[in-house]
């Protein structure tokens, strides 16, 4: 189990890898091409867009969850075409829905932010078909098609809306012209590779099926909710308080950290799901355990080192990255950077809930959380400003961590590697020490330094490891293995 993880992480890897890089190469172009005030209006106009892609988010979350059931009993074709409707139906009403929200409120936003929004609203209406699409792939582990077409999206909505800015001569709102293309081009191989061969036009829509997914999803769906106002409700409260400018300014800082960070993070949690579900499905409770305890100490021993890193290196970073309107987000840096490590960390936590389909209990987390958050911004925000906004929401995953292990050491009980985190932690410190030395003091900023800090990192961390012995042998073996296999039949897994 832990090797067909191993396995798919790796397959994953471009599918996180490259939209980070592409998103760092996007910061420093976008940073310098719009003021904060701009960026400010397209981050606030992302985070709407956000809140109703989460809404058809429940259809995802109930095709990973279901998808080895119905593969076990040959009822895939009616799985997924009632996935398929379900879909359509869900993502042509909620587009509605969002469009006359748009008109709604035009009078009073700024013009800008108003067309931001109907771009946004094309883009919703694509993305959300997308992501039900890479749901099935990743279900059906078809790992290297769902990575191909994450590189595709990241690579060519940038390239093309850098070609609306430049060309076509549009403003910010050119990026979401790139999305939407870049997303509708592959839509058909999307369809001819997940749904095709399954479809069937005799299958009906099963209403006790949708049911059964909606009772499951509906309580993640307000958890994710939820969980937007954890993380994203800020933006809105400095606006209002304090204008799109430090918008723009936090969105930024915002950005580059989950670009890099929460990449590495969803790399687990996109890899574990599928593995996951079916071990619980097919092999009981006990294996379920075992498979957790050690996603979490791999977790640890990429996450830790990357926050270590990153906080390390942020000033340097910054200084070559941004425009200089934005270069004074670098001091949240840290806050934001622990604060994404807590939040992956807490979802390894979710798999008793999701086990034994009590996931009202993670929406009642996320959403005191969120509650919590809410009320530290507003207190807190008008005084401090975007310092405050990443401060409390690092507070608050802590305080979300916290509640969600509380309750969920209950149902679900595994050991969690304390040995193996002390360890990691105490490794990445060293690390972080090299590091540090050596980008803020020996070597001047520039892109060359940067990476010789990471690439000496890596390899002072991986030298520790070692002397630590905190990699096992038999793991050394599967990753040498996995990655000669992979190389020699990069392509065959379709």
Known sequence: MIKDFINDAIKYIPARIVPGIVGFISIPIITRLFPPKEYGYYSLAITTISIFITVTGWISMSTIRFYPAFERENKVNQFLWNIFWSAIISTFSLTVIFVIFILFIKTYIPLQLYFLLLAGAGFFAVCSIYNVFLSILSAQRKIIWFSGFSVWRSIMSLSLGLLFIFIFKTNIEGLFYGMILSIVIVLPLQWNISIKKFYTTTAQIDLSLIKKMARYSSPLVLGNMAAWILSLSDRYVLEFIRGAHEVGIYATSYN?????????????????????????????????????????????????????????????????????????????IPFITLGIFFLGLQNIFHAGFLFHKKTGYITFAIGISGAFNLFLNILFIPKFGYVAAALTTLISYVFLLFVIVIRSRRIFVWKFPFRSLVRISLISAIMGVCIYYLSNIYLPRNTLNIIISVLLGIITYGLFLFLFKEIQPEEKENVKNIFYKFFLRLGSDT
């Open 256 to 332: 580059i950290t989950n670009r890099s960070i929460m990449l590495i993070i969803s790399l687990f949690m996109v890899a574990s799901s599928p593995i996951s579900n079916r071990i619980w499905e097919n092999e009981g409770e006990e294996k379920s355990k075992e498979f957790r305890e050690q996603i979490t100490r791999y977790y640890l021993m990429i996450c830790i080192p990357a926050v270590f890193g990153f906080i390390v290196l942020a000033k340097p970073l910054f200084s070559i990255m941004v425009g200089k309107e934005y270069l004074e987000g670098y001091k949240i």
